[in-house]
């Protein structure tokens, strides 16, 4: 909702902007009014290519006051910037939001010109002077800390990585004190871990058994100066367990 007493020219003002905004090439800059209210406006700006803060995403409040255009915007840094021109507390020292305003510029003039002032910071107006004398001594730290502000501060939240691999399952069961064997007694406690290999060539383990199978052929001597031939298939190698069993759960650990 418009501020009490805001008059129709400043609504016109305000649409007529949005209008022109529509029309404007903003690149990687948004501008736009909130949902609720055509007087409070939200802008991100993204760092400048070349810049100290290249890589950060820098987000601005603007409130308008119910004479805009007649009276400047009040515009606020809400991401931290370490810069001689901003204070943390985000207010801005620039000369169009303040003697030199006029009517005839516009929110999207104020945006372009904020981005300006993160690639070209005024030492001869600063609002921290503290940065402004460390740009002019010693630039080096200057912009070490400023590159350190935005990774901190500026940098947009990457999104999550997914899982890699196939994973493991889990499965537990209830079992009671003594419904396994191997049991230490009443009362006694242990976890059983047991391992599986969950391999795809085991889909016919009667197959794999037989392939797998060492086969040694022995030639026996007979009575008649034959030969008889005995095959023998040695089996497959019983699967590892690691056994340590709670009577609260059993846990079987399926790896890939």
């Known amino acids: ?35 609720d209210n055509l007087f409070n406006w939200e802008a991100t700006i993204p760092g400048p290519e070349g810049s100290v ?24 840094f809400r991401t931290r910037i370490y810069h001689m021109n901003i204070n943390d507390r985000g207010n801005i020292c620039i000369d169009i939001l303040k003697h030199n ?12 010109s904020l981005s300006s002032l ?11 002077p503290p940065i402004a004398t460390e740009y002019i001594r010693n630039r080096t730290q200057h912009d070490r800390t400023a590159r350190q502000w935005t990774e901190l ?30 049991s230490t007694g009443a009362g006694s406690t242990r976890t059983e871990a047991i391992t599986i290999d969950d391999s795809d060539d085991e889909v016919n383990i009667v197959t794999r058994s037989r392939a797998g199978a060492k086969r040694k052929r022995e030639r026996a001597q007979g009575g008649g100066g034959g030969a008889d031939e005995v095959e023998v298939v040695s089996a497959p190698p019983a699967r590892r367990r690691r056994a ?13």
């Not at 340590?244 to 890939?256: G, K, L, M, S």
């Open 53 to 76: 803060y290249e890589g950060g995403l820098f987000h601005v409040e603007i409130n308008l006051a119910r004479d805009y255009p007649f009276s400047a915007p009040k515009v606020t």
């Open 101 to 112: 305003w006029s009517p005839a510029l516009s929110l999207f003039k104020v945006i372009l």
């Open 244 to 256: 340590a069993w709670t009577p609260a759960a059993d846990v079987i650990v399926i790896e890939d």
């Open 153 to 182: 501060y500026a940098h947009p939240t990457p999104p999550a990585a997914p899982a890699k691999g196939k994973g493991k399952a889990k499965a537990t069961a209830s079992l009671t004190p003594g419904s396994r064997a191997g």
């Open 118 to 128: 993160l690639t070209d910071p005024n030492p001869k107006d600063p609002l921290v």
């Open 1 to 35: 909702m418009p501020p009490p007493l805001s008059s129709s020219t400043t609504i016109k003002r305000i649409h007529r902007e949005i209008a022109d905004l529509k029309k404007e090439d903003l690149g990687n800059i948004t501008l736009a009014p909130s949902d």
